[in-house]
T-cell receptor, first 114, second 113 residues
Framework: AQSVAQPEDQVNVAEGNPLTVKCTYS??????LFWYVQYPNRGLQFLLKYITGDNLVKGSYGFEAEFNKSQTSFHLKKPSALVSDSALYFCAVRRSGSARQLTFGSGTQLTVLP | GAGVSQTPSNKVTEKGKYVELRCDPISGHTALYWYRQSLGQGPEFLIYFQGTGAADDSGLPNDRFFAVRPEGSVSTLKIQRTERGDSAVYLC???????????FGQGTRLTVV
C-alpha cells in the first residue's frame, strides 16, 4: 500500500518570503513523486516530479522540491512567494513500474498575504 | 484544445438515476485514469486504462460504477442507481508512453439530489 501525508491543512506566508509545503510518503520500492496545484473550480495542474537523479527538482512557476529518501519526504519550496501562488497544493506518489495510479495527499491550502 | 476535456462540467441528477461522464484524453495518450475528489479531500483513484482495457479497476467503490474505453481514446464513466454519497468532482487524466506525469481535465461536478 502507498500513502501520502500533508501535515498542514493551511500555510500562510507573506509575499516575498520563502514558502515550504510539507509532504511525506510511504511506498514499497522506488517512489515517483509529484506536486500538483489546483486553483478554484479548475483541474489539477502538474508542477514538478521526482523520478530519479538529483534530489532537488525544479518545476513550473519557480517552484522546486527536495527528495529526501531517509526522511521519506518531498517538500515543495519557493524562494519568494507571490500572491498568485495562493492555491491548493497536492503531493502524490506512485511506485515505479507498471502500476501507474497516483495516491494523493489531502492537500494544503497556501495563502500568500500581500 | 490540446488538453484533457471532460463533459459535462456540471451534472445534477436525482437519486436513483443513471449518469454518464465523458472524458476525451490528450491525443495519442495511451493511459487514461479516473479519480474522484470529494470536498476537502485529495483525489482518489478509481480506474486506469491502458489502451482499451482496464489495467486496474481496484478503486471502483462498488458494482454501480463502470467505465469503458472501447476505441482506446474517449472514455465514459457510468454510474447506476446514483446515491447522494456519489456527489463529488470526477477527474479524468491521461498520460503518454513517455510521460511519467498525468495531465488532468477540469473535472465533472456531480451532484445527486
Amino acid at each position: 500500500a502507498q500513502s501520502v501525508a500533508q501535515p498542514e491543512d493551511q500555510v500562510n506566508v507573506a509575499e516575498g518570503n520563502p514558502l515550504t509545503v510539507k509532504c511525506t510518503y510511504s511506498v514499497s520500492g522506488n517512489p515517483y513523486l509529484f506536486w500538483y496545484v489546483q486553483y478554484p473550480n479548475r483541474g489539477l495542474q502538474f508542477l514538478l516530479k521526482y523520478i530519479t537523479g538529483d534530489n532537488l527538482v525544479k518545476g513550473s512557476y519557480g517552484f522546486e522540491a527536495e527528495f529526501n529518501k531517509s526522511q521519506t519526504s518531498f517538500h515543495l519550496k519557493k524562494p519568494s512567494a507571490l500572491v498568485s501562488d495562493s492555491a491548493l497544493y497536492f503531493c502524490a506518489v506512485r511506485r515505479s513500474g507498471s502500476a501507474r495510479q497516483l495516491t494523493f495527499g489531502s492537500g494544503t491550502q497556501l495563502t500568500v498575504l500581500p | 484544445g490540446a488538453g484533457v476535456s471532460q463533459t459535462p462540467s456540471n451534472k445534477v441528477t436525482e437519486k436513483g438515476k443513471y449518469v454518464e461522464l465523458r472524458c476525451d484524453p490528450i491525443s495519442g495518450h495511451t493511459a487514461l485514469y479516473w479519480y474522484r475528489q470529494s470536498l476537502g479531500q485529495g483525489p482518489e483513484f478509481l480506474i486506469y486504462f491502458q489502451g482499451t482495457g482496464a489495467a486496474d479497476d481496484s478503486g471502483l467503490p462498488n458494482d454501480r460504477f463502470f467505465a469503458v474505453r472501447p476505441e482506446g481514446s474517449v472514455s465514459t464513466l457510468k454510474i447506476q442507481r446514483t446515491e447522494r454519497g456519489d456527489s463529488a468532482v470526477y477527474l479524468c487524466a491521461s498520460s503518454g508512453s513517455t510521460n511519467t506525469e498525468a495531465f488532468f481535465g477540469q473535472g465533472t461536478r456531480l451532484t445527486v439530489v
